[in-house]
Nanobody
Framework: QLQLVESGGGLVQPGGSLRLSCAASGFTLDRFTVGWFRQAPGREREGVSCISESDRVTNFADSMRGRFTIGRDKAKSTVYLQMNNLKPEDTAVYYC???????????????WGQGTQVTVSS
């Protein structure tokens, strides 16, 4: 029902870095579990990572662990996804989603953003 807003996507070269941000309109994300997901062209949506309302982190895919970091910007009440050493296979639309329950899971999120495009290419 309620929408989140992602920002920070764009075009980056392989090996480069990008920082995505997720913000909520009309409410704060401070008390919500928030997950990042992505969908590549012609592929199904997959989970990236999640941070619970108590700031416990769950990483959903081994291919992104060590390169992607999820966290909270307390001052701005946003959740970010720091992406380092980007690869062409990371090209996708990235979505953030929030859940009212207190733990991280691959599904069951209540609110979704519209997505932001990330393109990794030389």
């Amino acid at each position: 029902q309620l929408q989140l807003v992602e920002s920070g996507g764009g075009l980056v070269q392989p090996g480069g870095s990008l920082r995505l941000s997720c913000a909520a309109s009309g409410f704060t994300l401070d008390r919500f579990t928030v997950g990042w997901f992505r969908q590549a062209p012609g592929r199904e949506r997959e989970g990236v990572s999640c941070i619970s309302e108590s700031d416990r982190v769950t990483n959903f895919a081994d291919s992104m662990r060590g390169r992607f970091t999820i966290g909270r910007d307390k001052a701005k009440s946003t959740v970010y996804l720091q992406m380092n050493n980007l690869k062409p296979e990371d090209t996708a639309v990235y979505y953030c989603a929030a859940a009212s329950w207190s733990w991280c899971a691959i599904g069951g999120y209540d609110w979704w953003g519209q997505g932001t495009q990330v393109t990794v290419s030389s």
